[in-house]
């Protein structure tokens, strides 16, 4: 006999495998401190590419001057300090933002695999209840 | 409203029997409305400015995923750029990698809103973005509307700066470059846009959550108010020129746009909202319900009738028999007809009244050897009259009610008609 109640949860089932599921069983695969180290660390390597970027973009744009701080050895220090300034706050904002980002991400993804992992539990009882 | 709700349903169904081809046929008028606006407003390479062209990128991103067209549309300009100057290409890349790798990772999913954004900004019509955004995706998705005003005003930027780069010589490559770069940084309208759709977006994103009565609708008024307020303090503050009319115009259109998503998305009768109070052994639960509109789809089932069987059927009857009671096929199909119609509109009521029916057939049937001729075939309806029909079509000599079948009505249960049929086996009867 068709369960019509068992067809409904197996085909919402499916539907979150297919979606939303197969990214937070992906998630889900790690441990918290893992998932979040692998974002941050992606995240950290984009940021400094970034940064490279608009570096260049900055030394393009900002070529005379900076050609003529090259023979100053104070400016040049003061130029350092400001770009490894800039780099820091970059980076590591950029990591922080990242960090509750994927915190929050794993969380839900956690509590969302938790339901579904209820579900399945539910379906396997029906299927018992035969 | 009813209308409107039966119009919903029915396209509801156009789609889900036929999305293969819609969502192909969606995605490339899409692509190729975005190439062509691309070519229309750059059009420097001459290669890339072919209806051909556009057409076979257009068809390539009908059957790929929806990053193709983001993807085929940065390609597109750059190539454009490239035509006008490497130096262009060149802060053209660098502002796209920039976007991919600090903003657009968040939300990769996002690229049907950073795809249609550029468009709807050309068009002039982008207040409908960040309140649709709101209403229907995650906050995030805010990063991907900036993305994609960030990326119409460099195309714009490239457009009004080309007369210059043009007469500017090679030796000026880096005068190029700074030019572009300090031109979109010191691009106060793009940034004030930005902020104003971010923040619309954020506002209508928590409203539309709330669990107030008409959150959707409260949602997308303030978002609008949200939007033309900072649309306006931004004016003041950096001087944008900022058109007054077309903003207002705009959050108009924003807002009618925003009511036909809340009629497909979250249509909900708030006048039956229900609100219960329970407990369990961990907590208490205040649970507000509030049901949807939906009216139930009628589908008109079409009978043919076969005469050259109803003949056969009496032939069968012998020459005194009155009855050409709808056999086989026919007879089945009559009988669902009419039986949908005594069950009403619901789809769950009709399926309960075919079980009842089933049932009773049964004992009709056996009890139906003899075969009561007035009997089956002034009911005709359900299984019971299938089988009545069919014991008294082996009845020679009887006299009845002739059943032809014409009776109309409209059926909500096509598939059961199927079940008539494969139990209704001429083999089984005597």
């Known amino acids: 006999m068709l369960s019509e109640e068992r067809i409904i949860l197996m085909t919402r089932m499916a539907s979150y495998e297919q979606g939303e599921g197969r990214k937070n069983v992906k998630i889900g695969n790690y441990f918290r401190s893992d998932y979040i180290t692998v974002q941050v660390l992606k995240a950290v390597v984009c940021a400094i590419v970034a940064f490279l970027i608009m570096f260049g973009l900055y030394v393009l744009c900002n070529y005379e001057e900076l050609m003529k701080k090259l023979y100053n050895i104070d400016e040049l220090l003061v130029l350092a300090k400001d770009v490894l300034t800039y780099f820091c706050v970059m980076v590591g904002g950029y990591g922080v933002l990242t960090y509750i980002i994927c915190t929050w991400k794993y969380v839900s993804a956690k509590k969302s695999l938790k339901c579904y992992y209820h579900n399945l539990k539910k379906l396997g009882s029906m299927y018992n209840e035969r | ?430």
Not at chain 2, 74 to 82: G, K, N
Not at chain 2, 97 to 115: E, G, T
Not at chain 2, 307 to 336: I, M, N, P
């Open chain 2, 1 to 430: 409203m009813t209308v409107l709700l039966e119009m919903k349903e029915r396209l509801k169904l156009i789609y889900s029997k036929s999305d293969v081809f819609i969502v192909p046929i969606a995605k490339f008028l899409l692509a190729f409305i975005i190439f062509n606006t691309l070519n229309s407003r750059m059009g420097y390479m001459a290669l890339l400015d072919d209806m051909g062209i556009v057409l076979i990128a257009a068809l390539a991103c009908s059957f790929l995923p929806l990053g193709a067209i983001v993807l085929l549309g940065a390609v597109f300009s750059l190539m454009h750029m490239y035509a006008l100057s490497l130096e262009v290409a060149l802060v053209g890349l660098c502002v796209y990698l920039i976007m991919y790798l600090l903003f657009f990772r968040f939300s990769p999913k996002d690229s049907l809103v950073v795809a249609v954004t550029p468009l709807l900004c050309a068009l002039k019509i982008p207040y409908v973005i960040p309140i649709a955004v709101g209403l229907l995706c995650a906050p995030s998705s805010a990063v991907s509307v900036g993305c994609g005003v960030a990326v119409y005003y460099l195309l714009q930027l490239v457009s009004e700066s080309a007369p210059n780069i043009r007469t500017m010589g090679e030796e000026e490559a880096l005068a190029k470059i700074r030019m572009l770069v300090e031109s979109l940084l010191a691009n106060k309208a793009m940034l004030v846009i930005i902020a104003a759709f971010a923040i619309t977006v954020l506002t209508v994103y928590l409203i539309r959550r709330m669990s107030v009565n008409y959150a959707w609708t409260i949602a997308m008024i303030a978002g609008t108010m949200v939007n033309i307020v900072v649309l306006l303090v931004g004016d003041l503050y950096y001087d944008i020129n900022l058109a007054v009319g077309s903003v207002l115009l705009g959050s108009l259109l924003a807002i009618v746009v925003a009511k036909v998503i809340e009629f497909f998305r979250f249509c909900v009768d708030y006048s039956r909202t229900e609100k219960v109070q329970f407990e369990d052994d961990e907590y208490y639960y205040y649970v507000k319900a509030v049901p949807k509109m939906a009216v139930p789809m009628q589908t008109r089932t079409v009978k043919r009738i076969n005469s050259q069987r109803t003949r056969e059927a009496e032939a069968d009857t012998g020459e005194g028999s009155a009855y050409a009671v709808g056999s086989g096929r026919q007879g089945s199909r009559t009988v669902t007809t009419e039986r949908s119609v005594s069950a009403g509109n619901s789809r769950q009521s009709g399926r309960t009244v075919i079980t009842e029916r089933v049932a009773s057939g049964g004992n009709v049937r056996q009890s139906g050897g003899n075969g009561s001729a007035q009997r089956g075939g002034q009911s005709g309806n359900g299984r019971q009259g299938v089988r009545t029909s069919a014991s008294e079509r082996t009845a020679p000599g009887r006299s009845g009610v002739r059943n032809t079948g014409r009776t109309q009505g409209r059926s909500v249960t096509i598939g059961r008609t199927v079940d008539l049929q494969e139990d209704f086996d001429e083999d089984e009867w005597p």
